[in-house]
């Protein structure tokens, strides 16, 4: 978000680069803090009906991102977009500590540090390194327009991803009483 979207926006929506960068940051750290910290406390909170619930919260909130980072791509009026924006970073980020947790609860303590930092070069190599030049590749063959839109389709996979993890989960056999990892 940090690396394209301020262009985009200056762009699309022809505004300053420095009024862009200064309205993407705030919302991103802002909304960003807000649903990590909305998100562990759900997640924590529907752990009593749902063991996935970590998975279920990830899978809902993505997929509920998908219209409003559709709206936040589109040309529309200023008073839109930005709270479509602030509403699917919300949405997004409520996943952050939940997935964190539920990689964390399926290795064992001895390489839980290894884990969490293959996972972190996972997430960056596979996506933020990666989309500002995807982003860019596809704006220069289409539009800008365009690129930004393959946002809430990525979502949707993403959501899907978490959906199937998550049903998967709750059907997998429970481990035995007092088993440990």
């Known amino acids: 978000?940090?690396?394209?979207?301020?262009?985009?926006?200056?762009?699309?929506?022809?505004?300053?680069?420095?009024?862009?960068?200064?309205?993407?940051g705030y919302i991103t750290v802002i909304a960003g803090f807000g649903g990590t910290l909305i998100g562990g406390w759900l997640g924590d909170r529907l752990l009593r009906r749902w063991r996935e619930s970590y998975l279920w919260v990830s899978a809902v909130s993505t997929l509920a991102a998908v219209p409003f980072a559709y709206l936040a791509m589109r040309p529309a009026n200023e008073t839109l977009w930005v709270e479509a924006l602030w509403v699917a970073v919300v949405l997004v980020?409520?996943?952050?500590?939940?997935?964190?947790?539920?990689?964390?609860?399926?290795?064992?303590?001895?390489?839980r540090a290894s884990a969490m930092a293959l996972s972190i070069?996972?997430?960056?190599?596979?996506?933020?390194?990666?989309?500002?030049?995807?982003?860019?590749?596809?704006?220069?063959?289409?539009?800008v327009p365009t690129a930004a839109l393959l946002i809430p389709i990525f979502l949707l996979l993403g959501g899907l991803i978490w959906l199937y993890a998550a049903w998967r989960g709750e059907r997998a056999p429970r481990p035995a009483e007092g088993a440990t990892m």
């Not at 980020?93 to 390489?111: D, H, I, K, Q, T």
């Not at 070069?121 to 860019?136: Q, V, W």
Request: net charge positive; charged share 10%.
């Open 1 to 24: 978000i940090g690396a394209w979207l301020p262009g985009f926006i200056v762009a699309i929506r022809h505004m300053s680069q420095k009024a862009a960068d200064f309205k993407v």
């Open 93 to 111: 980020f409520l996943s952050n500590g939940l997935v964190n947790s539920s990689l964390l609860s399926v290795v064992p303590a001895a390489r």
């Open 121 to 143: 070069l996972i997430i960056h190599s596979l996506g933020d390194a990666p989309s500002p030049a995807i982003l860019g590749h596809v704006a220069d063959w289409t539009s």
